[in-house]
């Protein structure tokens, strides 16, 4: 059983930084290789990738995101963090945490999620 709570969300003004955590349960984070992702969803919009790490500390980025956040975490121990610089406006979306087997992009290949924390960024 994997469970996944995100925290950390909450209304700051455009250039502000914040931090999101993630806190996950459930052995098979350090049995076998994972992968812990971000993705976010702005209203009217579909859910989309924003950064990923694996259990070796690999890590992928969204084009959109690329050098204004930094995703940290331990994966065996099913924690992570995306700390968030330079927000804008646009950044404004519900921040999903999501857990796969392997690092992957793909909204698909995430089989575990949790709840959503949201991000309101003003201008």
């Known amino acids: 059983q994997v469970q996944l709570v995100e925290s950390g969300g909450g209304l700051v003004q455009a250039g502000d930084s914040l931090r999101l955590s993630c806190a996950g349960s459930?052995?098979?984070?350090?049995?076998?290789?994972?992968?812990m992702a971000w993705f976010r969803q702005a209203p009217g919009a579909e859910r989309a990738f924003v950064a990923a790490?694996?259990?070796?500390?690999?890590?992928v980025y969204a084009d959109s995101v690329r050098g204004r956040f930094t995703i940290s975490g331990n994966v065996r121990e099913a924690t992570m963090h995306l700390q968030m610089h330079s927000l804008k406006p646009e950044d404004t979306a519900l921040y999903y945490c999501?857990?796969?087997?392997?690092?992957?992009?793909?909204?698909?290949?995430?089989?575990?999620w949790g709840q959503g924390t949201r991000v309101t960024v003003s201008s």
């Open positions: 459930g052995r098979i984070f350090g049995d076998v290789t994972m992968a």
């Open positions: 999501a857990a796969a087997r392997y690092l992957s992009v793909q909204l698909g290949s995430y089989d575990w």
């Open positions: 790490i694996e259990t070796d500390g690999t890590t």
